[in-house]
């Protein structure tokens, strides 16, 4: 099993500003990679795959970038709307998760 | 629009049966695999169950293995998974998820592209 571990496990950030999220992958999942947008009550959405491609509905101010083991999801303004958890996914084997980070209002 | 509806979960005592649904709509069902979800409360994600788009190709993940069964009928655009044997740890939200992707040596390359709003399943005494 693909072990993917994200950090940190909550961000505080003004609106605004710029946040960072890093996923990291025990084995190399070459681009195969998924991030998901999850707010309390709801369902994930798709957010990037593919590592950097941005899914429908999703503004140019998210971006994803990466490859090999090392993956990293960037807010370039936070917008109130951006507050939730973040999950990354493998799909170079078996699908597995990360434990996902909380970005707050800081 | 793509739509994803889940039912069917509830509080059964441990070792109870329960019978999730997903009714889809919106896409052409018989076009895609469809996949299990679930989620623990307060906690990540975990894939549980795959089967392809002509149900020749099912898959679980270990910790389900000979409990859970997952089918799905393309004349009625649903999905289902049939839980037996259940345990405290089955508690969680379980969504019916869309796949994309592909399966190279009988090894599926799954991400998702669109989620039911889940259904919580609750084993409890």
């Known amino acids: 099993e693909i072990v993917m571990t994200q950090s940190p496990a909550t961000l505080s950030v003004s609106p605004g500003e710029r946040a960072t999220l890093s996923c990291r992958a025990s084995?190399?999942?070459?681009?195969?990679l998924a991030w998901y947008q999850q707010k309390p009550g709801q369902a994930p959405r798709l957010l990037i795959y593919?590592?950097?491609t941005r899914a429908t509905g999703f503004p140019a101010r998210f971006s994803g970038s990466g490859s090999g083991t090392e993956f990293t999801l960037t807010i370039s303004s936070l917008q109130s709307e951006d507050f939730a958890v973040y999950y990354c996914q493998q799909y170079n084997n078996w699908p597995t998760f990360g434990q996902g980070t909380k970005v707050e209002i800081k | 629009e793509v739509q994803l509806v889940e039912s069917g979960g509830g509080l059964v005592k441990p070792g109870g049966s329960l019978r999730l649904s997903c009714a889809a709509s919106g896409f052409t069902f018989n076009d895609y695999s469809m996949n299990w979800v679930r989620q623990a409360p307060g906690k990540g994600l975990e894939w549980v169950s795959s089967?392809?788009?002509?149900?020749?190709?099912?898959y679980y993940v270990d910790s389900v293995k000979g409990r859970f069964t997952i089918s799905r009928d393309n004349a009625k655009n649903s999905l289902y998974l049939q839980m037996n044997s259940l345990r405290a740890e089955d508690t969680a939200v379980y969504y019916c998820?869309?796949?994309?992707?592909?399966?190279?040596?009988?090894?599926?390359?799954?991400?998702?592209?669109?989620w039911g709003q889940g259904t919580l399943v609750t084993v409890s005494s």
């Open positions: 998820a869309r796949v994309q992707g592909s399966m190279v040596r009988g090894v599926i390359r799954y991400y998702y592209d669109y």
């Open positions: 593919g590592a950097s």
């Open positions: 089967i392809s788009s002509t149900s020749a190709s099912i």
């Open positions: 084995q190399s999942v070459s681009s195969n």
